[in-house]
């Protein structure tokens, strides 16, 4: 695996350059063969932004946590390990994200009810369930291939929630970031304009 090349794809990301990360990501996916991560190369999530978006805003504006509420992190699960199903869940915090945000994301106060169920990526779940099954992490391009995929589908989240941001402003306008579960780079947005910070 090629750490450099994921810390790359989010130096892109943290910049804006959403689609210089997925171009980064699917030539290196293509360098390396994409085996049965082919489909993922140039495919998206499917869900509507604007529905994503009302979830979010769903979220920071229930009255339970409309007034303490002072971010939200847009997590996926941890999907490569759990093919049946991808989604991505919203936890909110009482105080602003820091700088460093590994102490900070677990100790969140809120999380909403419903989960956000990812759509369009279905045969990119089957190919990791068979990366699974068949072990491929034990061959080194394979396991490469797999990488690659993850990463691009962190980042494919990414452009998801940022087409979601879009839509129109938070109320109350609260930081966002948005990540899987167990990745160490997050996305950021802030308010007023939600375009994405470094």
Avoid at 6 to 23: K, Q
Avoid at 136 to 151: F, G
Wanted: glycine share 8%; hydrophobic share 45%; with cysteine.
């Amino acid at each position: 695996m090629d750490w450099d090349l994921y810390a790359e794809m989010f130096d892109l990301v943290g910049t804006g350059r959403i689609g210089d990360a997925l171009a980064l990501g699917e030539a290196a996916l293509v360098e390396v063969g994409p085996g049965r991560f082919e489909g993922l190369l140039g495919r998206p999530f499917t869900n509507d932004p604007v529905a994503v978006h009302g979830v979010i805003a769903g979220f920071v504006a229930s009255e339970d946590i409309r007034s303490t509420i002072a971010a939200v992190y847009v997590e996926m699960n941890g999907f490569t390990v759990n093919p049946d199903e991808w989604y991505a869940s919203c936890f909110g915090y009482d105080t602003p994200p820091p700088s460093e945000l590994w102490e900070w994301l677990p100790d969140w106060t809120t999380r909403a009810a419903d989960d956000l169920v990812l759509t369009g990526m279905e045969p990119i779940q089957a190919a990791f369930r068979e990366h699974h099954a068949h072990e491929e992490w034990n061959d080194p391009d394979r396991d490469t291939a797999a990488w690659c995929a993850e990463w691009l589908v962190i980042v494919r989240l990414v452009e998801l929630v940022d087409m979601a941001l879009r839509v129109r402003p938070l109320d109350p306008p609260v930081p966002v970031l948005a990540s899987a579960h167990g990745a160490d780079r997050q996305a950021r947005w802030d308010p007023p304009s939600y375009e994405i910070a470094t």
